[in-house]
């Protein structure tokens, strides 16, 4: 089992810059696939990167291609989204998510989630 605990939410104007970062806990982070994903008030979780265990190949949103970047330490049991150019429609929770060696698109462990507010 592992725990996520993510940082680095907080209030930007558009256009600018934030990095988020989910710590997780155990000794196999290295084999576990993490996701980023993001809930706007009144809208449905939603998939936004992704970053695979094996050969750490990346996935995204459309909408945010481009724009962020998923990357993972796993020296330091972390993951990080770098988000650029950010828009008011980023506005949202941002979790993280991992899971043991499965698929990308399907996650077992969720952490508590950081709000990012994106001001026009």
């Known amino acids: 089992q592992v725990q996520l605990v993510e940082s680095g939410g907080g209030l930007v104007q558009a256009g600018g810059s934030l990095r988020l970062s989910c710590a997780a806990s155990g000794r196999t982070f290295s084999s576990y696939n993490m996701g980023w994903f993001r809930q706007a008030p009144g809208k449905e979780r939603e998939f936004v990167a992704a970053i695979s265990w094996i050969d750490g190949s990346t996935y995204y949103a459309d909408s945010v291609k481009g724009r962020f970047t998923i990357s993972r330490d796993n020296a330091k049991n972390t993951v990080y989204l770098q988000m650029n150019s950010l828009k008011p429609e980023d506005t949202a929770i941002y979790y993280c998510?991992?899971?043991?060696?499965?698929?990308?698109?399907?996650?077992?462990?969720w952490g508590q989630g950081t709000q990012v507010t994106v001001s026009s």
């Open positions: 998510a991992a899971n043991y060696r499965g698929s990308v698109w399907e996650y077992d462990y």
